[in-house]
Antibody, heavy 119, light 105 residues
């Protein structure tokens, strides 16, 4: 069965870069039918989709306007994983971050990781 | 930008009762591109319904979804103890979520 396993630091200093990785088992990051997403959840913002990457003869990435310009989501085919990088973080980026599979809706989720932005 | 408004914010019910949750969109959602999720404390959301009315794998048939355009409903016909949770709707375009409805005892 498909499983997503997240990893990354739980504490990031303001102005630095938040980096998380999601390992995929039971599916392929290069699948021609799946998409691989990052979603976050906080009391102030609720559930917020951040972006996705997917392969359809070539790689695509799409990002939410709220974080566009600060975000990169990249696949790593050698490790069958994908990553999130969010630059210039502020305390407002403190949230539980989830990776998830799905092009339109999200049928598999990682376990979630609390990332706190604080000095 | 479509905004999803869920109501009520909290639903207080007992096991065995029927739960009716509403999700209203600020603009019409095409082709019933709407999903519902269940989230329990400390857990990731779990897909319950997609395409407005199709149950996800492993979801019991006491869960049903309906609606089109701007008004969508998630119904739980007879609440089981494990159904008490927060439920979110999500529209496909822009992947926006509603604010959630808490179903509590």
């Amino acid at each position: 069965q498909v499983q997503l396993q997240q990893s990354g630091p739980g504490l990031v200093k303001p102005s630095q870069t938040l980096s998380l990785t999601c390992d995929i088992s039971g599916d392929s990051v290069s699948s021609n039918s799946a998409a691989w997403n990052w979603i976050r959840q906080s009391p102030s913002r609720g559930l917020e989709w951040l972006g996705r990457t997917y392969y359809r003869s070539r790689w695509y990435s799409e990002y939410a306007s709220s974080v566009n310009g600060r975000i990169a989501i990249n696949p790593d085919t050698s490790k069958n994983q994908f990553s999130l990088q969010l630059n210039s973080v502020t305390p407002g980026d403190t949230a539980v971050y989830y990776c998830a599979r799905g092009r339109f809706y999200f049928d598999k989720w990682g376990q979630g990781a609390l990332v706190t932005v604080s000095s | 930008e479509i905004v999803l408004t869920q109501s009520p914010g909290t639903l207080c019910l007992s096991p065995g009762e029927r739960a009716t949750l509403s999700c209203r969109a600020s603009q019409s959602i095409s082709n019933t591109y709407l999903a519902w999720y269940q989230q329990k404390p400390g857990q990731a959301p779990r897909l319950v319904i997609y395409g407005a009315s199709t149950r996800a794998t492993g979801i019991p048939d006491r869960f049903s979804g309906s609606g089109s355009g701007t008004d969508f409903t998630l119904t739980i016909s007879r609440l089981e103890p494990e159904d008490f949770a927060v439920y979110y709707c999500q529209q496909y375009g822009g992947s926006r979520f509603g604010g959630g409805t808490t179903v509590e005892i």
